[in-house]
Every structure is written in structure tokens, then in C-alpha cells.
């Protein structure tokens, strides 16, 4: 009788902990399916900028008649070195604020 009685126990407590691991299953796989449809909408959204995008690109894509004009060329290449002078100094007074602050803490 006394191994009955602890079978039958076993064989209960069994069923109650499959029962909770299916039930906690269940509740993370519908979490899962939920968060599968979140991610295929931000997927889309992704897809629909990502086209709006290209057809931007599309419409701002750079010509290649710089190397027929000479003159143009040499603008745009003095461009590009003025905008290149101003990130550098943009840089270098971000170094010597930086360098100052850092001097003090020295001091």
C-alpha cells in the first residue's frame, strides 16, 4: 500500500509540473507569435522607407559631367576643400576645449 501511495503521488506531481511547463510553453509561444507580428509590421515599415529612400537616392544621384567640364570640376573641388578646411577647424576647437578642461583637472 505504501508504494502505491508514493507511485500515485509521483505520477500526480509529474502530471501537475507537465501541466505548468506546457501552460508556461503555451504563454511564451503565443508572447513569441505576438512579437513575430511587431517585428514583420516594423519589417514592412523597413521595406516601405527603404523604398521611399531609393527613390530619393534615385533622384538626387549624382551626374558624371564633372570630368566634361572642367571648370565645374575645379569648382567642386574647391567646394570640398572648403568644406574640408571647416571640418577641421570645427575639430581642432573641439581638441583645445577638450585639452583645456582636461588641463583643469591637472593643475
Known amino acids: 500500500m505504501?508504494?502505491?501511495t508514493v507511485w500515485t503521488v509521483l505520477v500526480l506531481a509529474t502530471l501537475a509540473?507537465?501541466?505548468?511547463?506546457g501552460r508556461d510553453l503555451w504563454r511564451k509561444g503565443r508572447?513569441?507569435?505576438?512579437e513575430l507580428e511587431r517585428a514583420a509590421d516594423v519589417v514592412?515599415?523597413?521595406a516601405d522607407r527603404a523604398d521611399a529612400l531609393t527613390e530619393a537616392a534615385?533622384?538626387?544621384a549624382p551626374t558624371h559631367d564633372l570630368l566634361t567640364d572642367p571648370d565645374r570640376h575645379r569648382e567642386r573641388l574647391a567646394e570640398l576643400a572648403d568644406r574640408r578646411a571647416e571640418r577641421r577647424a570645427a575639430r581642432a576647437a573641439r581638441h583645445s576645449a577638450t585639452y583645456t578642461r582636461w588641463r583643469a583637472y591637472t593643475r
Open 44 to 46: 514592412g515599415q523597413l
Open 58 to 60: 534615385a533622384a538626387l
Open 31 to 34: 508572447a513569441l507569435m505576438a
Open 17 to 21: 509540473g507537465a501541466f505548468v511547463l
Open 2 to 4: 505504501l508504494w502505491f
